[in-house]
């Protein structure tokens, strides 16, 4: 088969040297000498005995043949024709061989032969292909050229297709946008019309409010003069009666608290704690902080001893008075007066 033909290799040697030419050649001397000698030695004309000196081919000195008597002659002949026998059958044996070797020679060359001619075959199949091929590119670039003609052609067309459409476009839009500026300009001058119009009735109208308004203006001022001076009238009674109110019941608060103070032993009149009351609408103690110290300690204790020790403050009923001065409000304490 063709996947198991070896590879053929010129060395560049005639074939009349190579190696199996030498061989053939050497093998079919021996044959010719290994021939000749056995029709020296036919049964039919054997010769009498004699002595005979040759020189072999395998390059050994041939032994001298032994001098025998009459009565060995018999079975020195027989061994001789068995060993002509023999070396007549190992030539036909080479002689098989070198057939054997001339035929697979033969099968080699041709194989030989087959496999150049297949490679030869198969090289032109090739150049086909490959001419093919070049030819199919050759049609595809040609095609591929029409093609990309016919494409430049078809967008060229189509370019100035589009261009001539867009160029009427271009008029009917230009021929609409001066209708469209006509018909705006009209409506701008009817609106402008229309504003001046209105505007002049809204500055008749404006200039009529405007009088209603300064008229109503001024009796409101009026009458807003006269409210505000009666409510100041009752607010100043108010604050002066909630002012009074808390001046009895800072008193009230005073006079509950140095109930409750007992300044320590170590207090002196130039000691003052500034103390400040938080109270609940109760009159409960929600909270009291030491806003300033006086320098001592025990003072500034029993100070806040004094506030926390009352469990409700006198505060006036009325909740403005209570917010604004009794929520939350400061008092000093002092040995000589609380304020």
């Known amino acids: 088969m063709r996947d198991h033909e070896r590879e053929v290799t010129t060395t560049g040697v005639p074939p009349w040297k190579s190696p199996v030419a030498l061989s053939v050649t050497l093998h079919l ?21 004699r002595s005979i000196s040759a020189r072999l081919i395998t390059q050994q000195e041939p032994e001298p043949s032994p001098v025998v008597e009459p009565d060995d002659q018999q079975k020195r002949d027989e061994e001789r024709r068995a060993e002509e026998q023999r070396r007549r059958e190992e030539v036909e044996r080479q002689r098989q061989e070198e057939e054997a ?3 697979a020679e033969q099968k080699r060359l041709q194989q030989q032969k087959e496999q150049e001619r297949q490679e030869a075959e198969a090289k032109e199949r090739e150049a086909q292909k490959a001419r093919e091929e070049e030819a199919a590119r050759q049609k595809a670039e040609a095609e591929a050229k029409e093609r990309a003609r016919q494409q430049a052609e078809e967008e060229k067309r189509r370019q100035e297709e589009a261009r001539r459409k867009a160029e009427e476009e271009k008029r009917r839009q230009e021929e609409q946008r001066k209708r469209e500026e006509a018909e705006r300009k009209r409506q701008e001058e009817l609106a402008r019309q229309e504003a001046e119009r209105k505007r002049l009735e809204a500055e008749r109208k404006l200039r009529e409010q405007q009088l209603e308004a300064q008229a109503e203006a001024a009796q409101k ?6 409210r505000r001076q ?26 509950r608290l140095s109930q409750a103070w007992y300044p320590p032993s170590s207090a002196t009149e130039d000691m003052t704690a500034r103390l400040q009351i938080t109270l609940l609408p109760t009159g409960e103690l929600a909270g009291v902080r030491l806003v300033s110290s006086s320098g001592n300690t025990a003072f500034d204790n029993s100070a806040l001893g004094a506030v926390r020790s009352l469990s409700r403050y006198p505060i006036p009923n009325d909740r403005d008075t209570f917010e604004r001065y009794f929520r939350q409000f400061t008092i000093e304490f002092n040995p000589r007066r609380l304020r």
């Not at 056995?38 to 054997?46: F, N, Q, V």
């Not at 001022?221 to 006269?226: D, G, L, N, S």
């Not at 009074?244 to 608060?253: P, V």
């Open 101 to 103: 070797r001339r035929i």
């Open 29 to 49: 001397l021996i044959l010719g000498i290994a021939l000749a000698g056995w029709s020296w030695t036919s049964t039919d004309h054997e010769p009498p005995p």
């Open 230 to 255: 009666q409510e100041a009238a009752a607010a100043k009674a108010r604050e002066a009666q909630m002012l009074s109110e808390s001046e009895k019941y800072q008193a009230l608060i005073r006079e």
């Open 221 to 226: 001022a009026r009458e807003e003069e006269a």
